[in-house]
């Protein structure tokens, strides 16, 4: 997962100039009808987790035409071993939430354990008006690097984020897929939680 979506990352994939690749990410929900300006940060994040289990499975083909058509039957498969794939971060982490402990794919708050390479951190963005933060998952992301339990910052790479060096716009609807590392690594304070992938 974090192969490709590093891949997607160094080519500067966003939906202003890679529509058609943005669509397969949206298409793998087909009531999205392939939008490429819905937010994508969790459609990114089931395509990139179907791509790399089709390329560890020696009996999954990808159609060399359509590979979403192939990526769509492997949904049921990640769902049931690593996450719960839905276009909506806050309906990936509510399912988190209701796996056991020891199960792939379950949550972890922010400080119960130290995050490791490939799991998902869901974000939630202080209110600019308030200074509040919602008590619901707005973005996702994958963790690049491990961490220790007491992070201030973290390494990630996410799909549908502002572009690195830009100013302003929304963090969880900028249209690019990037790694957010070095200066432009998360704070702890955004971080929700843990999807545990492995």
Known sequence: MIL????????????????????????????LNGDPNVAFCACG?????????????PT???SSNDPVLTLKTIIPDIR????SPSPAVEEMRQAAMHRQANQLGHWIEVGQKAPKRGWLVVYHWKNKKTGERPNHGQHIG???TDATREFTRLDTVEYNTTKNGTHGGDPSNGGYVQKKTGEFARFRADVMGFIATN
């Open 60 to 62: 999954i083909t990808l």
């Open 45 to 57: 994040i089931t395509f990139a987790g179907c791509n790399s289990y089709a390329k560890v499975k």
């Open 142 to 144: 994958i963790v690049l």
């Open 4 to 31: 490709i979506s590093t891949i997607f990352a160094d080519n500067n994939i966003n939906r202003h100039s890679n529509a058609n690749t943005v669509k397969q990410f949206v298409r793998l929900f087909p009531w």
């Open 80 to 83: 049931q071993q690593y996450f």
